[in-house]
């Protein structure tokens, strides 16, 4: 019974030894480093130590750049390497065993966090360094070329880390020292020049082609230009719904649309400026003799416009002798406006040329008289013959009169199609080099050849 109870009691024993002769090295070394071991404890052998961390910082994909909330998303590994003395043993006490990986949650860890600015720390605590590989500061953020993946909108240009000290901060106080990750990023253009940029131009490339409308075609013009303006309004909007709400700095493709918005408010205005000069009148506006020798005489030749000569305007005479109760008016005769003769001098014309010979031999039987004996003056002949002068002169007047107003119409409009030209050489002046500019601003934002302006080196990994 005595025996029985004993080899009971055997059996458990001999388990816990079988156990123990059976755990690994590795167990058995975590069992015995953590025997004794307190993860809240700094690892000081004395207070006045002070932690050296090395950090470095592996980049593995650049995923996004929210630009209105000004947030970068990334995937990266933080290495951070120090000393705890109570992690130590003999390698010959355990067969060997040289590298032992435990959880983390098991050891102290310095209590530092990635953050989009900085984190600090007390120098007395722990002293933040940045890590060392073969001797050589790693002085920047790190790349693994097998699972780095590129980002198809940004490139990476600087990738600089350095480590900053304050020397007016007290040095027991937090700011005293920090490690700084620094990525200089630039846009790939591709996107944006297809999506926005291109038809950007193109749609205000048809703005300044309404200038070869007719002068006249003021509705027309407006209509088109509205048109071009509420597209750019909406590329307008699409982009401000992705850069950020900040005064500070403005990107460059608001300002290029913000400029082709102006350009067409331009090409609007002098629409309606034309179409006003175009279809005024001599009842309305007189012209000018300045505006008549700028307009239709040097800016045609400057221009190298075809604008034909119009003969000159008739005017009333200004002393003009009255006979028979009729005044002189001007009638154009072949290419010179001569001065339209009183009822009797228009009657002696047209008797020269035969016209009231041809009238009287209409008449009924009168006296055997020569032409220019009968209707040697006015007040002798018939007054049916005196009306139908009169008559004459009536449709001369307004035949002249009507003439007089044509050619004051067609000089404003030929006034309108200088006006038409100069706004167009002006406004694709303006659109071309305003657009030349922006892209040549575009061309020459880029990031600097080293990442810090003075600073010589290039925080990069040297050639060898």
Not at 326 to 355: D, H, K, M, N, Y
Not at 428 to 435: D, K, N
Request: net charge neutral.
């Amino acid at each position: 019974m005595h025996g029985g109870q004993g080899l009971l009691l055997l059996l458990p024993l001999l388990a816990v030894c079988l156990g123990v002769q059976g755990r690994n090295q590795e167990e058995r070394l975590l069992a015995d480093l953590m025997q004794n071991y307190d993860p809240n404890l700094r690892p000081a052998e004395r207070d006045s130590d002070v932690v050296n961390v090395s950090l470095k910082l592996t980049l593995t994909n650049l995923i996004s750049l929210n630009e209105r909330e000004e947030a970068l998303t990334t995937n990266v590994w933080i290495e951070m390497q120090w000393c705890d003395y109570r992690l130590r043993w003999d390698p010959r006490d355990y067969e060997g065993l040289w590298v032992l990986r435990v959880p983390s949650t098991m050891v102290w860890r310095p209590d530092i966090v990635l953050e989009n600015k900085s984190q600090t720390y007390s120098t007395n605590e722990i002293d933040l360094q940045l890590s060392q590989e073969d001797g050589q500061t790693i002085e920047w953020i790190f790349i693994d070329p097998e699972a780095f993946t590129e980002n198809g909108e940004w490139a990476i240009q600087h990738r600089p880390a350095k480590m900053l000290l304050d020397p007016a901060a007290p040095a027991q106080e937090a700011g005293h020292q920090k490690v700084v990750f620094y990525l200089l990023i630039q846009r790939k253009p591709l996107f944006y020049v297809i999506n926005i940029i291109a038809p950007c131009v193109l749609i205000s490339s048809v703005a300044i082609l309404i200038y070869f409308l007719p002068a006249k075609a003021g509705g027309q013009k407006c209509t088109v230009a509205i048109n071009v303006l509420l597209a750019q309004t909406v590329f307008l909007f699409l982009v401000a719904k992705k850069v950020p709400e900040t005064s500070q700095a403005v990107p460059l493709i608001s300002k290029y649309l913000t400029f082709l918005l102006v350009v067409t408010i331009l090409i609007v205005v002098n629409a309606v400026v034309v179409l006003n000069v175009s279809l005024r009148s001599p009842h309305t506006h007189s012209m000018a003799r300045g505006v008549r020798k700028v307009f239709l005489r040097l800016l045609p030749q400057l221009l190298r416009m075809h604008v034909h000569p119009l003969a000159p305007a008739a005017v009333q005479d200004t002393q003009p002798r009255l006979q028979n109760g009729s005044s002189g008016w001007s009638i154009t005769t072949g290419e010179v406006a001569l001065c339209l003769p009183r009822s009797e001098l228009l009657f002696q014309q047209w008797q020269q040329q035969g016209l009231v010979a041809a009238a009287l031999e209409k008449l009924e039987k009168g006296p055997e008289l020569e032409p220019s004996q009968f209707c040697g003056s006015l007040k002798q002949a018939a007054p049916a013959i005196q009306a139908c002068v009169e008559a004459c002169n009536l449709i001369a007047r307004a035949r002249h009169q009507q003439s007089h107003f044509d050619n004051g119409n067609e000089e404003w409009f030929l006034v309108g199609r200088v006006l038409d030209r100069v706004c167009f050489l002006a406004m694709l002046s303006l659109f071309v080099c305003g657009t030349a500019g922006i892209f040549l601003m575009a061309h020459y934002n880029r990031v600097p050849a080293l990442p810090f302006p003075g600073d010589p080196r290039s925080y990069l990994p040297s050639p060898d």
